[in-house]
């Protein structure tokens, strides 16, 4: 998939990813400007689409929230909505499963960025056949959740999960056994105001579908007084191969503060005993 001011398409691999299918437009009806502004965000997907036990395909998107023909979109804050769209042939048709998630008034962590609210970058899990689990970026000071009993079709309103979060997305993997992971930022500083500097990057599990999460690890953790760039490892994505764990994610690398840094770790690597700081 890409992203071109406001626009989802998808585009299909049969061949591994050597040759790829025409793009296919998969966010069709909501418009894509309104109040003469664009809805358009500058971040991606980021591994966010899943594909479910029954074939079917989940795509969670966000966007800018213009309510009405008011002028309210061209005042602060920017309210940011998610939903997610699926597909039932594999891309090439897609419907919207709900309707935008947001969030009704302002926690006192939210006041320091008052540019941005509601729930963006949201990410997936499946947790058995038909059980979904959403968790959503906010400037709460807390991730947010939702939940699918439907394989997708339908969403729980969205409420406080309980995994207190910076500024930052996570990325939620489904785990052997039942379990699922997290990956996500750990350090919540009030008085930034992003609510967080980035500095580390790490894991924990669920045994019972994020009700509860257990085993910190950390993957990154830097000082900043190390280094003259600002740090910012976020953004990561996975991929279990055999017996290997394949992660990506934003960091400074090779003496520029934003690149691409890829990591192998054991296949065990969330199951294995975390420090359990955090």
Known sequence: LELTWGKRWCQRSTDGGMTWSKPTLAMTDLPLQRDGLTLNMPTGPHDR???????RVLFPVHFPWLPGKSHAA????????????YSDDLGHHWQR???????????PAATKRRDLQGLWEPSIVELQPGELL?????????????????DGTTWSAPRQSVVRAPLCPAKLVKLSGGRIGIILNSIFDYTHANLSRRWDLGTMISNNGGRTWTNYRS??????????????????????DADRLHMTYYGPASGQQFNLIYQQLPAVWFVESGDGSR
């Open 49 to 55: 689409l899943i594909q479910t036990s029954s074939g």
């Open 74 to 85: 061209h005042s602060a804050p920017r309210i940011i909505s998610s939903t997610v769209y």
């Open 97 to 107: 499963a709900c309707e935008p998630m947001l969030i009704r008034g302002m926690t």
């Open 134 to 150: 959403m968790y959503l970026r906010s400037n709460t000071g807390w991730y947010y959740e939702s939940r699918s009993h439907d």
């Open 219 to 240: 993957v990154e953790f830097r000082d900043p007084r190390e280094t003259r760039f600002g740090l910012y490892y976020c953004y990561p994505t996975v991929l279990f």
